[in-house]
């Protein structure tokens, strides 16, 4: 990563024939080049690359709290053929979510290639009685991938995150 910023430093420098100024290195970094995305923000404001569109997931990621659905999701983050939402959006489980309709939740995820496969994780739809039948609403054939751990485990890995957290 270091390496990365330093050869955009050095590219932008070079490119405008003096150096950035101190503190407006960060902004030029992130506005020009685009190295940081805030993954807490929505894709509203991300430029559309040619031949793509934004999708509705045809696979969601659930399961339970400490279960490793964000080590999945990051796992398959990495093939090239499968885009990830950036965060978990709520929006079968949340009404406040829900009914701000599929455009809303169109809009949260990411431009996506006709070949490639868009994917949401939020494990909070696994405990929500309204999910299952929401998701089915929108798209009756979508690949569900469910998370589950070994309860003791969880509950220990959970306890601990807790202590940490205090």
């Known amino acids: 990563m270091a390496f990365l910023l330093v050869s955009a430093y050095l590219l932008l ?3 405008r024939g003096a150096p950035v100024e101190n503190g407006a290195l960060l902004e030029t970094l992130k506005s020009q080049v685009g190295l940081f995305s805030n993954k807490s923000e929505h894709y509203s404001a991300q430029v559309r690359p040619p031949g793509t569109s934004r999708q509705i997931p045809q696979t969601i990621i659930i399961g339970v709290r400490k279960g490793g659905t964000r ?3 990051e796992m398959l983050d990495i ?3 499968i885009v990830v939402a950036a965060t978990e959006v709520h929006f079968f ?4 979510n829900y009914i701000k309709g599929i455009d ?4 949260l995820m990411p431009f996506s290639y006709g070949n ?3 994917i949401e994780k939020t494990p909070g739809y696994f405990t929500s009685p309204q999910a299952p039948g929401r998701i089915h609403d929108m798209n009756s054939s979508i690949k569900l991938l469910l998370i589950l751990r070994d309860p003791t485990e969880r509950v220990i890995s959970d306890y601990t995150q807790v202590l940490i957290l205090l």
């Open 13 to 15: 420098t070079h490119a």
């Open 71 to 73: 080590a999945l999701l």
């Open 79 to 81: 093939h090239p053929n």
């Open 93 to 96: 489980d949340w009404d406040e």
């Open 104 to 107: 809303w939740y169109r809009n």
């Open 116 to 118: 490639q496969i868009t």
